[in-house]
């Protein structure tokens, strides 16, 4: 499979790269994890927003899901237009406001996600871990149909249940806003030694440092999670394509 880092940022983007938002892809199928700020205008370099039918939604934080409506009028618009004959199905928690708004969408169909749950679409079958975050949020473990894995915390505090939720993953993207010494623990946010032990404890083949934080020096961030043992560990990118 690859995967296409949309946007990294936390909370806002960044100039033009945008928060949350990964594009998963194989034999002619997408997915996006996540859709935040700036994600339905970046995703376009690298796909038509209109062959995207499969959006997965950690939780409803602007920075994870701040561009669902937009790629919903656009679905909207494909549909009225007969450029598509499908709805757009967007997967996410049961809990939030937007939730309702989706359900009442024509061209958009919700499908809910919880702990134990799993979905197939195409060679991938997505799974969901709850993580410990003030709402309801989920981690999600992408495997296509040759083995390889794929796992994205999203945001959530240490939690040893993700070690074994991503354990042996091809590719690891941890939500990482804090440095090294803060207790995101209240917030639900891991900090970058966190990130590293995580990295190194779920025994992972490349991990990448997500949700950057807009201050201070990132590769501060980067060091602190490089120096629990483990193989690469690198700052996500925007552009950034991983072959796993």
């Known amino acids: 499979m690859k995967v296409i880092i949309i946007g990294m940022w936390n909370s806002f983007p960044k100039g033009l790269e945008p928060t949350s938002g990964y594009l998963v892809q194989k034999d002619g199928v997408s ?66 406001t937007i939730v309702k708004t989706i359900r009442r969408a024509k061209y958009s169909t919700f499908m809910p996600i919880r702990a134990q749950k799993h979905y197939t679409v195409g060679p991938f079958q997505i799974e969901f871990h709850r993580n410990e975050h003030p ?11 040759e083995g390889s894995v794929f796992v994205h915390t999203s945001d959530s505090s240490y939690r040893s249940s993700l070690v074994r939720f991503a354990f042996g993953a091809d590719l690891l993207i941890i939500d990482c ?22 990295a190194s404890k779920s025994d992972v083949q490349m991990t990448l440092l997500a949700n950057l934080p807009h201050h201070g020096e990132l590769e501060v961030l980067l060091d602190s999670a490089k120096q629990h043992p483990t193989n690469v560990v690198r700052l996500a990118e925007a552009g950034m394509k991983i072959e796993i």
């Open 31 to 96: 997915i996006l994890l996540d859709a935040g700020s700036g994600v339905a205008a970046n995703v376009q370099k690298y796909t038509s927003i209109h062959d995207i039918d499969h959006i997965f939604l950690s939780h409803y934080h602007h920075d994870h899901a701040g561009d669902i409506e937009a790629f919903m009028l656009a679905r909207k618009m494909a549909r009225q237009l007969k450029r598509v004959d499908r709805n757009l199905k967007i997967y996410g928690p049961e809990s939030g």
């Open 135 to 145: 709402v309801e949020t989920y981690a999600m473990r992408v495997t296509d149909n």
């Open 177 to 198: 806003k804090l440095y090294e010494g803060f207790d995101g623990k209240v917030d639900g946010h891991m900090n970058a030694e966190q990130a590293g032990r995580l």
